[in-house]
Protein backbone atom coordinates (compact mmCIF):
# COMPACT_ATOMS: atom_id res chain seq x y z
CA UNK A 1 0.00 0.00 0.00
CA UNK A 2 1.51 3.12 -0.67
CA UNK A 3 1.21 6.32 1.76
CA UNK A 4 -1.16 8.77 1.31
CA UNK A 5 -0.21 11.71 -1.14
CA UNK A 6 -0.18 15.24 0.51
CA UNK A 7 -1.32 18.22 -1.79
CA UNK A 8 1.15 20.99 -0.99
CA UNK A 9 -1.14 23.62 -2.13
CA UNK A 10 -4.52 22.48 0.48
CA UNK A 11 -1.64 21.78 3.55
CA UNK A 12 -1.79 25.13 6.10
CA UNK A 13 1.02 26.22 7.56
CA UNK A 14 1.58 24.03 10.23
CA UNK A 15 4.97 25.33 11.83
CA UNK A 16 5.31 27.99 14.22
CA UNK A 17 4.92 27.75 18.02
CA UNK A 18 1.63 26.90 19.87
CA UNK A 19 -0.38 27.36 22.88
CA UNK A 20 -2.02 24.25 24.65
CA UNK A 21 -4.78 23.65 26.95
CA UNK A 22 -5.98 20.29 27.52
CA UNK A 23 -7.35 18.01 30.17
CA UNK A 24 -5.72 15.35 32.65
CA UNK A 25 -6.68 11.86 32.65
CA UNK A 26 -7.48 13.14 36.62
CA UNK A 27 -9.27 16.05 35.32
CA UNK A 28 -7.48 18.52 36.04
CA UNK A 29 -6.12 21.35 33.18
CA UNK A 30 -2.97 21.57 32.14
CA UNK A 31 -0.85 24.10 29.43
CA UNK A 32 2.40 24.10 27.37
CA UNK A 33 3.94 25.57 24.62
CA UNK A 34 4.41 23.46 21.52
CA UNK A 35 6.87 24.09 18.82
CA UNK A 36 6.14 22.14 15.32
CA UNK A 37 8.76 21.94 12.74
CA UNK A 38 8.28 20.10 9.38
CA UNK A 39 10.75 17.60 7.68
CA UNK A 40 10.01 17.05 4.59
CA UNK A 41 6.37 15.17 5.04
CA UNK A 42 6.68 15.00 8.82
CA UNK A 43 6.15 16.92 11.23
CA UNK A 44 8.32 17.56 14.62
CA UNK A 45 6.29 18.53 17.95
CA UNK A 46 7.59 19.53 20.97
CA UNK A 47 5.76 19.73 24.52
CA UNK A 48 7.17 22.32 27.57
CA UNK A 49 5.33 21.62 30.21
CA UNK A 50 5.52 23.61 33.48
CA UNK A 51 8.19 20.77 35.23
CA UNK A 52 8.63 17.88 31.69
CA UNK A 53 9.07 18.14 27.91
CA UNK A 54 7.70 15.46 25.67
CA UNK A 55 8.60 15.28 21.52
CA UNK A 56 6.52 13.57 19.06
CA UNK A 57 6.60 12.41 15.05
CA UNK A 58 3.61 13.69 12.84
CA UNK A 59 2.08 13.12 9.26
CA UNK A 60 -0.78 14.68 7.90
CA UNK A 61 -3.53 12.14 6.61
CA UNK A 62 -6.98 12.96 5.46
CA UNK A 63 -6.12 16.71 6.57
CA UNK A 64 -5.92 15.65 10.33
CA UNK A 65 -2.10 15.44 11.88
CA UNK A 66 -1.76 12.23 13.85
CA UNK A 67 1.33 12.08 16.12
CA UNK A 68 3.24 10.00 18.14
CA UNK A 69 4.00 11.54 21.33
CA UNK A 70 6.40 10.46 24.18
CA UNK A 71 8.45 11.63 27.17
CA UNK A 72 10.72 11.27 30.57
CA UNK A 73 7.69 10.66 32.96
CA UNK A 74 5.09 10.71 30.02
CA UNK A 75 4.28 7.20 28.82
CA UNK A 76 3.86 6.55 25.27
CA UNK A 77 0.40 7.84 23.55
CA UNK A 78 -0.88 9.20 20.25
CA UNK A 79 -2.82 12.25 19.58
CA UNK A 80 -4.66 13.02 16.81
CA UNK A 81 -6.02 16.80 15.48
CA UNK A 82 -8.39 18.51 12.94
CA UNK A 83 -6.97 21.32 11.24
CA UNK A 84 -9.08 24.59 11.91
CA UNK A 85 -8.09 27.09 9.45
CA UNK A 86 -8.15 30.59 10.53
CA UNK A 87 -6.24 33.19 12.49
CA UNK A 88 -4.77 32.06 14.79
CA UNK A 89 -5.03 28.81 13.44
CA UNK A 90 -5.93 26.17 15.54
CA UNK A 91 -5.24 22.28 16.28
CA UNK A 92 -8.53 20.75 17.78
CA UNK A 93 -7.06 17.41 19.24
CA UNK A 94 -7.63 13.91 21.25
CA UNK A 95 -5.35 12.06 22.80
CA UNK A 96 -4.79 8.69 24.42
CA UNK A 97 -2.08 6.80 26.60
CA UNK A 98 -0.84 3.26 27.32
CA UNK A 99 -1.85 3.49 30.83
CA UNK A 100 -4.79 6.13 30.95
CA UNK A 101 -8.38 4.56 29.87
CA UNK A 102 -9.84 7.56 28.57
CA UNK A 103 -9.34 9.88 25.49
CA UNK A 104 -8.66 13.46 26.42
CA UNK A 105 -8.77 16.84 24.87
CA UNK A 106 -6.10 19.34 23.80
CA UNK A 107 -6.18 22.28 21.60
CA UNK A 108 -2.99 24.03 20.40
CA UNK A 109 -3.46 27.67 19.26
CA UNK A 110 -1.01 29.61 17.15
CA UNK A 111 0.93 32.35 18.18
Not at 54 to 82: C, M, N, Q, R, T
Not at 88 to 110: H, N, R
Request: with cysteine; glycine share 12%; proline share 7%.
Amino acid sequence: MMPAQINAGSEPELVGTYMCAGTNPDGKPYQAVVLIRKHDQRFELRWQFEQSEAVGVGIIVDGKLSVSVFGEGIPPGVAVYSVKKGDPLTLKGSWATIVAPGVYGETLVKM
